[in-house]
């Protein structure tokens, strides 16, 4: 050794080179990539900053409004200009079709994207797998994230087993219903579970939800982009509805109201006015301008969505191709006169934004916030709505009429046509149906026509019929004749199917609904 | 005339809707004389004006540069017996291809060796660089954006205005200019590049040192060390006439463009006038540290052995900064201005009123919409951290045969909860047998021969996945709800592993007649598995896709090298080199729930298909126009489908796969011929084998923004081409979906050509000043050479069109330098 290390201080270098580098790479290799990203969820503060993220959860493109009796899209209107309506999954689910819905290639966004409704599942997990790991935060602040976590997955729940499970009755029980997934996990089993299971799932989301302590206002603002005690009780008085349990249903809204009754009055200009017009060119006339709504202004700030007073909790209906077109019959229920939602809401001729710019084409569009978006989560709107609808169903037909009335003076020109009356219940119940039709087109009705059709009302059932062309996998088969298309009471087309591309990425474990 | 036809987006003109739509200067006169605003003879007129004008020469002359390299070299070198220092320095000049923009990059350079002992050495190597890049130049994409009419220069040389930033009729009708903060509302490529200074500026230090201590004879251990680090500024300053400046101020100001009295009214500012002045830098710190064993030993009477061990330490730390805008600023007397109305944001209470004036906290623009300036800075910071720790053996036994392993680990700060699986083990073996050593061996005309053997298996990790999932933090908090947020960045991989790729080499080495043939040949097969690729998975997981150690691809081929050196004559000597290799591609394994036609035609990664070459070019196969006049292509089950919709099903049924993009076969042949004191060498390069798809008509569409609708040069074959076999223009005069034909215009199977080349990259001819002249000089070398780089290429297509430059980028031109070269 002596001849190998002729200085000893050489030897030391040597060797503490040599166990520095061995020894402690370790603590050398765990130092972590960056500051900011790529982190592994560690505090309690990551977790509340992953439900802040409201931009991930609010917009839920939804396809099965397109399914109901307030879209327009027909044979008269489709021909009017083909070119406004070439989004074939549209097609496809404004007829029902369960053949070339699942092998479009525009994908199901509700289910499977980035921002459907899975992906907020996962980020619920997330928060509900990790909360017992996590440091930091008090008692209080893990309680909230708990229920937050609970509503957000309940709501996303119970917004895929209203799209593409049956209604939940007593005989479709035993029909498939949504695979369980509680972990963040990739290994999860798949399988659909029972339309009970799933049930029971959302019920129990739904309890540990109503233990939230947050009140929807904090600092004199509406914090409705999370979950807070309006929130909850908002959407539990929806659940309920939909389930056709009047008195439950009742309770909540009236909780939710209790706390927080804000309605935009439409008659004051300082709440709801004209924003930026749109000027187009009309072949063979004067050029038009359309009037819009001061909510059609930002198409991506969010300021006007987040200030809209009426949230109980923040979510938007989306739809990529920017045209809900009102059907004949959803129009006809609007007082053109004095309802300023159809001064507001309703665009006539707003098909000229898509190039259909000849004056006998012109075709209406609903607009909300710009051209993709209507409020689509629990509103004080809903609130009067649904307080109404139960009373009315459970026999106090005088503070029914009131109660749709106080929302009908936020929107009707004052004047004798604000207030609804009625001679008898059944006609009270009609009126405030069609006032729900009016006040939330697009958003509620495909729930509505699925709990109408299962109630013990036969009253209030709806078959839904449509003129179109034959379809085939590449479109409108237009060469053909026209045809009538039926959604029967109790079809089994209530459940949307479930794309393709997810069965087969399943390799088995995922099942299509039966037709 | 293609003006308001097929399903255009037709423009009002109005100021609010239709002020950004950038047409050219023919399709604003035919719009506006639509809209009425000037007459039938006022447009003819405007039109027949642009007629006979070109641009070519003030674009070349105004905007374009030759780009030109000059660089200066000092060497100095000393050596003593026990001791070499070094030094250099360079500094090169670059002008780009365009005016204003060009660079200038110092180097200087010291190295030192030293041996302090008989078994020690030290050595030193410092170097230090500067590189002041400047980017004021216009670029290839806005050139190409002016219509061919479009000039930059009147007649008396004043600048004209163009059409590229706004649909200017609509601005002379409607904004009162006048009243604005700047009253020029022109923008000019020319005029521009001289208005800013956007330069970056690097600033970079790296230091080495090293010691070698040499204990016994044979045994080495070597241990160094570097430290790097690197900083860049980048900084743009905008000078008060300069576009930028005058349309952010502008564009920034309140006005309400519905108001009555708009035309009278006078904006107010939101931005102070001013210079605007943009800064960033980023930094990065490295180290190294690595330290070596060698031992090379004769063991017994015929044996030898060689060994190396070590380990390997880096680390990098790199940060940004980024400075918020800031405006007002006057570089004279560095003053800058506030916002005169903050910065803008969100009113606690949701509305406005309805009046269109701004409540207090939320400010709007000339357009009477919501604005907010970011006012705040941006930091990253990021640590990469690597160790490994290798080993290599190889023992000799009489000079003939080889047996060598190697194993080598290699950790990174992967995010894991389990710190084992930061390290994986890989290894290869091997041997090799010097074949004309054997006594048996005995054939005239070869002078070497060795055949060698190695398998092993080497890896790959990505480090942007994990386990488990990963999130990322929002840096300020959300505008709207003063939150901050985080999203994920990863869903987690909990069954992530190394990538593997397992190779298997088999080669020859060779010299053949003395000298005058040698090479080499080489086959191998490389099968990776566990390869990462984005893999469909059910969306109940969160996500429709995600990597996954999933995929299988086998490389195989062979390479040859076949080389020669001979005189030909007592003073000519030739030396030649031949470059072959062949290489066959496959992916053996993938799943895609679906390959959707778009995936398949994005000639990416998610064109991946399994059974099928990974660089597979798939294209849509055009079949004619249908009786309803509509263009088709093929979709699923034979069944043609109009251009109107993307085609469902599955696209490998019914796409065309016309070849790989990537040439399975490549050479290269370089020769030299040395001539007395003269040098002649070129250099010649081959790709053959491959498929690209050429340029072909645009289909330019009326459509709203920077819709400007220039041809390209393919608009005859477009026009003339027969209907059956190649897209031409719409046939119905209402086309509604034109727009969407460039969703599949270029992705046209008739498009595919051979993509084959043959390219003379360098020939140079060089003079050496013979050793009796330089005595005198006091030079130890000098020579004079002339190179000639990119001279020409030869291509298998019949469209001229470079495989590896598409038409409409630049590509190089042919380059000849002159040079010089001396040596002290």
Known sequence: MKRLFRNKSLLLIVLVATVYGLGSCEKFLSERISKNSSLPLTTTDQLTALMENYSVFYSDENQSWMGTDDYGLNAKTYDNKRGNFTFMPNIFRAFWDVDFAPVTTSGDVLWASSGGEWRDIFYANAVLNNLDKVTGGSVEDKARLKADAHMLRCYAYWQLANTYCLPYTEANKGEMGLPSKKLTSFEEDLTRQSLEKTYNDIEADLKEALKIAKPLVSGGRPEHWRSNTAAVNGFAARYYLNRNNYAEALKYANLALNEYNVLVDYNKPAEMYYGTSATYTVTGAP????????????????????????????RMQNFGSWFYLPSTELINLYDKANDRRYEFHIVENYSYYFGSNTPTNGLPGYIFFFKDKIPSGPTTAEMYLIKAECLARTGDMAGALSTVNTLRAKRIKPGASVNLTAANQAEALTKILQERRREMPFVQRWYDLRRFNNNSDPADDVVVTKQFYPIT?????????IKTYTLEKNSRRYALPIHNNELIAGRGTLLQNKY | MAFDKWGAQTNAGNIVSNSGWTWTPGQNALNEHKLGFITLGRRDAMLDSLKGLNNREQISDLLLSNPVSKQYNINLFSATERM????????????????????????????????????????????LQHNANTNNGSSLAEIQSLAPYEMLQNANGSYTGTTLKYYTPAIERSVPRNLFPYTDWSYNPAREINTRSQVSRDYNARMQAGITIKPIKGVSFESSIQYEYFLTQNRSLYDTNSFVVRNTINQNAFWNPGLPA???????????????LNQSRTQSVAWNFRNIMRIDRRIGPKGDLNFVAGTEQQSRVAQTFGQPTTYGYNDATLQLG????????????????????????????????????????????????????????????????????SVRSDGANFITNDPKYRYNPFWSAGGSWQIWKENFFKVKFVDRLTLRVTYGYNGNQDRSTSFMPLLSLSSTPNVLTNQYTASFSSLGNPTLRWEKTGTTNIGFDYSLFKGKLFGNINLYQRNGKDLLASIAIPAVNGSTSQFLNNAKMVNKGIEMELGTMMDITKDLRWRGNLNFSYNKNRITDLFIAQYNSSSLTARNTSSYAVDYNANSLWMYKYMGFNTAGQPTVLGPGSVNFDMQTFIPGDARTYLDRTGTMVAPVTLGFMNS????????????????????????FNYPVQWSFASRMLANKFVDEALNAKSSEMLTLPVNPTEPRFYFWDRFHSYFSYLSQSASWIRMQEVNLTYNLPKSVLKKTGFTNFRIYLQGNDLFVILANKYGEDPLYALGTLNPRPKTTVGLKFDF
Do not use: C
């Not at chain 2, 010291?110 to 170097?127: G, Q």
């Not at chain 2, 109305?341 to 400010?363: A, D, E, F, R, S």
């Open chain 1, 473 to 481: 996998f590449a479109g409108p088969d237009v060469s053909q004749p």
């Open chain 1, 287 to 314: 050029s038009f301008t359309l009037q819009l709504p001061y909510t059609h202004n930002n198409q991506t700030n969010l300021i006007d969505m987040i200030g809209w007073k009426e949230f109980l909790y923040f």
């Open chain 2, 262 to 276: 708009a035309m009278t009214t006078a904006p107010i500012l939101n931005l102070p006038k001013g210079q605007i």
């Open chain 2, 673 to 696: 011929f040395e001539y007395k004191d003269f040098n002649l060498s070129f250099i010649v390069t081959g790709n053959f084998g491959h498929v690209f798809q050429r340029r072909g």
């Open chain 2, 338 to 405: 506030a916002f005169p109305n903050g910065p803008g944001g969100t009113p606690v209470n949701g509305n406005q009123n309805g009046t269109g004036v701004p409540t207090n906290l939320t400010i709007r623009n000339w357009q009477n919409q919501t604005a907010t300036f970011g006012y705040t800075n941006s930091f990253g910071y990021t640590t990469d951290r690597f160790f490994s720790a290798f080993g290599n053996a190889a023992y000799t036994h009489d000079d003939k045969y080889t047996l060598s392993a």
């Open chain 2, 84 to 127: 070499s220092n070094a030094f250099s320095f360079m500094f090169e000049e670059n002008q780009s291809n365009f005016k204003e923009t060009y660079n200038k990059r110092f180097l200087a350079n010291y190295r030192t060796l030293a041996n302090v002992t008989k078994w020690l050495d030290f050595s030193l190597n410092t170097t």
